[in-house]
């Protein structure tokens, strides 16, 4: 690998680290670091990956010697989420299953028919019904486990949920095809008992998370959620963190700041 040397010079110098610290974190002798720095001894894989992760940095920027503004955005992100965390925000509750039947009902007697509404966008709608929420009021509405996964949020309660409720005849799972695509989709029998809400502010806003994105189709959903701070800056199959509404960018926001 050459040309790195000055851009991990530079990382070096912004994190105020010593050539001695760097030395031993890649396992050589410091004269032998200053000339990685001078690039005149080559960088092995190994020591490269343990560079970057000193520097918190990915390593595919690092290897190409440019940091992303989306990389460095999202790290920072990181950080102040898990430096707020040192504090208790609120207190979180317990997640409540019987309430996510009941808005799961309620959302599937709005859009559930609809021709472009499947399992994938029901996860979606689930998730900014949310997320929304606790980005607006700082409270739970269901509080659900969502993880990051390629499609976007998935709810992680939903298949013990359906299963029982389609075991108690409550919905009805339907197989069927949307432009030729495998879609699955569920169906309410029996109405949803509103009264597990805890005011109408909490069906006001599942009604507007509804109107918003009820008409959009998985794909969109989809790369919606994927510009959504929660997801960028979860890790794979790792759940999404409720704090990370508070850095979502306006394209994604729903809480006005100035107020």
């Known amino acids: 690998m050459n040309m790195l040397g000055n851009f991990i010079l530079e990382q070096r110098k912004k994190r105020n680290l010593t050539q001695e610290f760097l030395a031993s974190k890649i396992g050589v002798s410091r004269p032998t670091y200053v000339q990685i720095e001078q690039d005149k001894h080559d960088l092995t894989l190994s020591k490269a990956k343990k560079l970057a992760d000193v520097f918190g940095i990915d390593f595919n920027d690092f290897i190409t010697g440019k940091i992303h503004p989306t990389t460095t955005k999202i790290q920072n992100i990181v950080k102040k989420i898990k430096e707020e965390k040192q504090e208790i925000r609120i207190s979180v509750p317990q997640k409540n299953l019987e309430k996510f039947r009941e808005v799961l009902l309620y959302v599937l007697s709005k859009v559930g028919s609809k021709p472009n509404v499947g399992e994938a966008v029901i996860y979606k709608l689930l998730y900014f019904i949310d997320f929304d929420f ?113 850095y979502r960018t306006p394209k994604t926001s729903v809480r006005n700041y100035d107020e």
């Open 134 to 246: 606790y980005e607006k009021f700082e409270e739970q509405l269901v509080g659900a486990t969502y993880i990051k996964n390629h499609y976007g949020p998935t709810p992680v309660e939903f298949k013990t949920v359906v299963d029982n409720m389609i075991k108690n005849g409550e919905v009805i799972r339907v197989e069927e095809k949307y432009f030729n695509y495998p879609q699955r989709k569920y169906l309410p029998i029996r109405e949803s008992d509103l009264t597990k809400l805890k005011d109408a502010r909490e069906l006001h806003h599942i009604d507007e998370v509804i109107a918003r994105l009820g008409a959009k189709n998985a794909t969109e959903l989809s790369e919606y959620s994927h510009e959504d701070t929660p997801w960028l800056v979860a890790k794979e199959n790792q759940p999404l963190d409720y704090e990370a509404v508070f």
